[in-house]
């Protein structure tokens, strides 16, 4: 099914994991993609490999004026843009406890996972609310839902994606932009550094090893006129985790 037929889209992170899997999916439903990330060996390499549908754009998506010239590269490359999906992030450092945690990585995890979206929001928004509307998605994460260690400056800056998607959501739908968020966890990938099996052992419900597509399925569905009528959701992709760990019967 051509869900996003003649639809252009910018994916933050396109270049790895989540944001990869997600330019695949977009790209095979008919749309157009720019692949935004600083890892320009890898995006240049996933731009070749899919041809004339996806071009690569380096990007840091911390800097406003990057992201600005990024919107402005999307509409004259592909006559416009439909589809933002602010993706991009970073995991910062790994403190065990807060205590014992310096902060010192809080400015550049706020900056690409916070302010990254937000800029990219505005810049996608911006466009779309002169020319009919679109659909902004954002990556959140399950850490941002559920309290806990470790992670802290990650998990408030995720925390703070939800909440500003949830506002934007009111904002811009005078525009007809739909803004809804993505809650991902436990999916292998660039930042996923953990013993993932023993994770989903004992905190998701479902016991299935979700993977990138899972998400970029997820991202399909608010991209396209299949969720028209949603906006300002936290979509959790993360076989139930959210909900608290499995429930056993004892034998
Ligand atoms: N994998 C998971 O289980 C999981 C769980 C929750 C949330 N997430 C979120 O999903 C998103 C995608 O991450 P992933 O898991 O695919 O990891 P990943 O490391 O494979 O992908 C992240 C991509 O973002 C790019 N990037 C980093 N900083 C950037 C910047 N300043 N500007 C532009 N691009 C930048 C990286 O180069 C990389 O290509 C992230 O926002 C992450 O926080 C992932």
Request: net charge neutral.
């Amino acid at each position: 099914m051509q869900l996003l037929t003649d639809k252009v889209a910018i994916v933050t992170g396109g270049a790895s994991g989540i944001g990869l899997a997600t330019v695949e999916l977009f790209v095979e439903a008919g749309a157009r993609v720019v692949i935004a990330d600083v890892n320009v060996d890898q995006g240049m390499a996933v731009a070749e490999k899919i041809g004339a549908s996806a071009v690569f754009k380096q990007t840091d998506v911390s800097s406003a004026d990057q992201v600005r010239s990024l919107v402005e590269f999307a509409v004259t490359q592909f006559g416009g843009l439909n589809i933002m999906f602010n993706n991009a992030g970073i995991s910062g450092a790994i403190h065990s406890r807060f205590l014992e945690d310096d902060l010192q990585d809080f400015d550049r995890v706020i900056a690409v996972n916070l302010f990254g979206v937000m800029i990219g929001s505005q810049c996608a928004g911006r466009h779309m609310a002169k020319n009919g509307g679109g659909s902004i998605i954002n990556t959140s994460s399950i850490a941002a839902i559920t309290p806990g260690l470790p992670l802290i400056s990650y998990r408030a800056a995720k925390a703070g994606v939800i909440h500003f998607t949830k506002s934007i959501a009111r904002d811009l739908g005078e525009y007809g932009i739909r803004v809804n968020c993505i809650a991902p966890g436990h999916i292998p990938a660039g930042m996923t550094f953990y013993d993932m099996s023993e994770r989903i052992r004992v905190a998701q419900p479902l016991q299935r090893q979700g993977m990138p597509v899972d998400v970029a399925k997820a991202a399909l569905y608010l991209a396209s006129d299949l969720s028209a009528q949603v906006t300002g959701v936290i979509l959790p992709v993360d076989g139930g985790t959210h909900l608290g760990g499995p429930i056993r019967v004892r034998k």
